[in-house]
Structure formats: C-alpha cells, structure tokens
C-alpha cells in the first residue's frame, strides 16, 4: 500500500539559510499534518491542511510557512534557520478532515542547521 | 506536553512479559491513536480508538479508552525484542485538524 512520502530524508543547512521540506501524502487522504520532533522530544503539531486550505495551526514559527497544492502534496518553508530548528520533521495525512480516520506518517526529514 | 502524559516514561520487561503503557489527556477527543517509534525513525500506526469505544483489539495489542477518566492503555502482550520502540498516544478533539501527542514511553524488551 501507498505511504506517506517525504523528501529530502536528511538535509543539512547553514544558520540562515532556507529549507523546503516536501511531503506527497497517502492517494485520496483529504488532510495533511506537520510535525516537528526534537532529540527526546513527543512530535509537536506544527500545522495542517484540509482540501487545501490551513485548517489549524500550532506552534510554528512565523519563519516557517506551509502550503498544500492542487495535487495535495504539502511543502514546509522555512527561512533564517537557526541552530534550534535541528529536529526531524514528519508529515502525516489521514482522510475525511476533522472526522479523521488514522493518520499515517511518513519517514521524515532530519533537518540539521550548522 | 500540549496535551497530556504518559507513564511510566520507562519501561523495562523481559521478553514473553506483557507490556503495559498508560496515557492521559486533558480535553475532550474524537478518537485516541497510538503509534510506535523506534530511535530516530518514523512513527508507526499501531491502532485508533474511537471516543465511542472502549476497548480495541489488533493482534498482540489491546487498547482501552475511559473518556470519563480522559485515559487510554496499551497493552503489548507476549513481548518480543523487537517491540522496543518508544510508544506515543496521539489525541484529537472534535472540530480540531491536529493530534495531539503525550510524552510517550520508552519500552524496552530483554530477550
């Protein structure tokens, strides 16, 4: 079965430089999440997206932006990295928006800011 | 945590013991998920329980869910090595696009 598909897995960039992270979700998932998870850390919610549209919002960074396309698949922005953005990043889709069946995550993308 | 803890944090069974991990939370959900991640990797669906249910069976796993308490257990019986694995639950209240996840517990299995 088709999972969730995130790229790049690992990503290593500079203080201040600008990260896209891409996340391709489940064929037919209606809903897309983003999570950041640091060493030791639970995932934390970041933001997510039904049919489109930002539907809730949690803690992210007036850096980071995201956005859900016409295809569905999602892009993580995130500008003026900093050394505390270091922490994997995973993307989740589930179907049916707020009445969600399961979400299924991806692998994730380990961001490291040098 | 943004919505509630599990316990123990910690967690240390010989293999062929049952597992057993506990999580709390602080609203009122839709349904509770739990999910596996071994060190540094993906998060695994395990199972999801609905607000509605009160206990859930797959394979090797049991969940209950007391909405009255705002609590879940997970129950891993007949152990093996290879379930060592930080396990999380993962709530999501009505109306709401996002889980919510607890602090998780960190299981680890002696063959």
């Known amino acids: 079965a088709a999972g969730v598909i995130q790229s790049p897995r690992h990503l290593i960039k500079e203080k201040r430089e600008t990260a896209t992270l891409k996340c391709y979700p489940i064929p037919r998932h209606d809903t897309v999440y983003w999570y950041q998870q640091g060493p030791g850390q639970d995932p934390q919610f970041l933001i997510s997206?039904?049919?489109?549209?930002?539907?809730d919002k949690g803690s992210i960074p007036d850096r980071f932006s995201a956005q859900q396309f016409s295809d569905y698949h999602s892009e993580l922005n995130m500008s003026s990295l900093e050394l505390g953005d270091s922490a994997l990043y995973f993307c989740a889709s589930s179907l049916n928006g707020w009445k969600a069946t399961e979400a299924f995550f991806g692998q994730g993308t380990r961001l490291t800011v040098v | 945590s943004q919505q509630g803890e599990e316990d123990p944090q910690a967690l240390s069974i010989q293999e062929g013991e049952n597992a057993t991990m506990n999580c709390s939370y602080k609203?009122?959900?839709?349904?509770l998920q739990w999910y596996r991640q071994n060190s540094g990797r993906g998060l695994v669906h395990l199972i999801l329980i609905r607000s509605n249910e009160r206990e859930k069976h797959s394979g090797r796993l049991r969940v209950t869910l007391d909405t009255s308490k705002k609590s879940s257990s997970l129950l891993i019986t007949a152990s093996r090595a290879a379930d060592t694995a930080s396990y999380f639950c993962?709530?999501?209240?009505?109306?709401?696009?996002?889980?919510?996840f607890g602090t998780g517990t960190r299981l680890k299995v002696l063959a």
């Open positions: 609203t009122s959900i839709n349904n």
């Open positions: 997206f039904y049919e489109k549209m930002q539907s």
């Open positions: 993962a709530t999501d209240a009505w109306g709401t696009y996002k889980y919510i």
